[in-house]
């Protein structure tokens, strides 16, 4: 159990276009996950915590207007990365905590998704 | 930055030998937990070590935590082909349930 899915898997687009990421915990609820941001060859740099039903807190120097972020259901949470630029090209990577998890210790994360913006 | 530093940034031995990674970082904190990360994959989660515990073992895993020197390090004994992949460590400092990615450590096992 534990999945948490991410689609699309890799995306190709235009520099000016918007581009949609969803993150899904496929069999579990999970009221926070978290969107992170992986450039080649570093680590992971939290951008949000998404909490669903409330907006999103965003990290220091994220902007809220590109990097739009809706949790909509306890096992949905979009990333829309808004008029993408050729700099915006990473690997966006979604964790999922279990409403269940009463510690608060555990987070799923999905495969990530690889934006090329051209 | 409070993002937490691993070294070596990268580690390269023969399989068979034990592959030790080490983490510090910066605050304060709950929990660190060890993941590994497969060239562009998502992340596994490895193992947790709360603030209170001092070393923990998985299978051929061992992790050990030093609160006072605010450092944690990884063993992977018997080290695999399969083991080859980039390894983070991730604090938890409690409350704001965020983790904390440390700048990770690109192992090779060779063959």
């Known amino acids: 159990g534990a999945v948490v899915s991410q689609h699309p898997s890799r995306v190709i687009c235009k520099s000016g276009t918007s581009v949609k990421i969803e993150c899904r915990s496929l069999?579990?609820?999970?009221?926070?996950m978290f969107w992170y941001r992986q450039f080649p060859k570093q680590s992971l740099m939290l951008m949000a915590t998404?909490?669903?039903?409330?907006?999103?807190?965003?990290e220091q120097g994220v902007e809220k207007d590109k990097f739009l972020i809706n949790h909509a259901s306890l096992t949905l949470s979009t990333l829309t990365v808004t008029s993408a630029h050729p700099e915006d090209s990473s690997f966006y990577i979604c964790?999922?905590?279990?409403?269940?998890?009463?510690?608060?210790?555990?987070?799923?994360f999905g495969p990530g998704t690889r934006l090329l913006v051209l | 930055s409070q993002q937490g530093e691993e070294d070596p940034q990268a580690l390269s031995i023969q399989e068979g030998e034990n592959a030790t990674m080490n983490c510090s970082y910066k605050?304060?904190?709950?929990?660190l937990q060890w993941y590994r990360q497969n060239s562009g994959r998502g992340l596994v989660h490895l193992i947790l070590?709360?603030?209170?515990?001092r070393e923990k073992h998985s299978g051929r895993l061992r992790v050990t935590l030093d609160t006072s020197k605010k450092s944690s390090s990884l063993l992977i004994t018997a080290s695999r082909a399969a083991d080859t992949a980039s390894y983070f460590c991730?604090?938890?400092?409690?409350?704001?349930?965020?983790?904390?990615f440390g700048t990770g450590t690109r192992l090779t096992i060779i063959p």
């Open positions: 998404s909490n669903e039903g409330s907006k999103a807190t965003y």
């Open positions: 991730a604090t938890d400092a409690g409350g704001n349930e965020k983790l904390t």
């Open positions: 069999d579990f609820q999970a009221t926070t």
């Open positions: 605050t304060s904190i709950n929990n």
């Open positions: 964790s999922a905590r279990p409403i269940r998890d009463s510690t608060k210790e555990t987070q799923y």
């Open positions: 070590i709360r603030s209170n515990e």
